[in-house]
Nanobody
Framework: QVQLVESGGGLVQAGGSLKLSCAAS????????MTWYRQAPGKQRELVAT???????NYADSVKGRFTISRDGPKNTMYLQMNSLKPEDTAVYYC???????????WGQGTQVTVSS
């Protein structure tokens, strides 16, 4: 059973920083792709940033230059360094991992990020 656990969320003032972590357990295989999503109240879940097992990254336009995604591949651990936070970054942030050899698409339970103005 693969499990993903996010941590690092909280309340921060606009302009501040937070670092989210996502730890995946229960898989002997490295995730092909790990992604951060977020969902604000009343809005659809949206992709924030993705990183592949080759280290290739992709970001939503809204976070480019402010957020940095990274991972420790062998440990299936992923991070999201969030700088220059804005009130519009307020959302529940979810971790996702795709492990193709297991035909798996796994989600964490989410961590709340609240940015006050």
């Amino acid at each position: 059973q693969v499990q993903l656990v996010e941590s690092g969320g909280g309340l921060v003032q606009a302009g501040g920083s937070l670092k989210l972590s996502c730890a995946a357990s229960g898989s002997p295989f490295s995730a092909n792709e790990m992604t951060w999503y977020r969902q604000a109240p009343g809005k659809q879940r949206e992709l924030v940033a993705t990183i592949t097992n080759y280290g290739r990254t992709n970001y939503a336009d809204s976070v480019k230059g402010r957020f940095t995604i990274s991972r420790d591949g062998p440990k299936n651990t992923m991070y999201l360094q969030m700088n220059s936070l804005k009130p519009e970054d307020t959302a529940v942030y979810y971790c996702n991992a795709k492990i193709r050899v297991m035909s798996g698409d796994y989600w964490g339970q989410g961590t709340q990020v609240t940015v006050s103005s």
